[in-house]
């Protein structure tokens, strides 16, 4: 099956939240992540933007464990905006598709 993260980074914070409960959620290491917060910061119209996106790494498996026991993947249950979804990839990308600033990361199991 076909599955998305969908993140409206539009509302990211830039917490943390989901990469701190993917290191505890998979035992990873100081300097690994399964989601990594990457920063963005450019010059709009009238102001500089600073945009957050997490990004999953090699090491995200969308928590396929939590997932088969009917819970969201760990960066989504943790996030503080709820900015995250994740579900069947056809469902995310009609998300996605209704936003302005949204990225949907796909993969199949």
């Known amino acids: 099956m076909e599955y998305g993260l969908y993140v409206d980074y539009e509302w990211c914070s830039g917490c943390h939240a989901c990469e701190l409960a993917c290191k505890q959620e998979h035992d990873l290491k100081t300097d690994e992540w399964g989601i990594r917060v990457v920063e963005r910061t450019y010059r709009g119209k009238e102001k500089v933007v600073v945009e957050y ?14 997932v088969r026991q009917g819970k969201k993947p760990a960066c989504v249950h943790h996030c503080m905006t709820q900015c995250m979804n994740f579900g069947p990839l056809e469902e995310m990308a009609r998300l996605a598709a209704m936003k302005k600033k949204t990225v949907v990361w796909g993969r199949t199991f």
């Open 53 to 66: 996106v997490p990004i999953p790494t090699d090491f995200c498996d969308f928590c396929m464990p939590r």
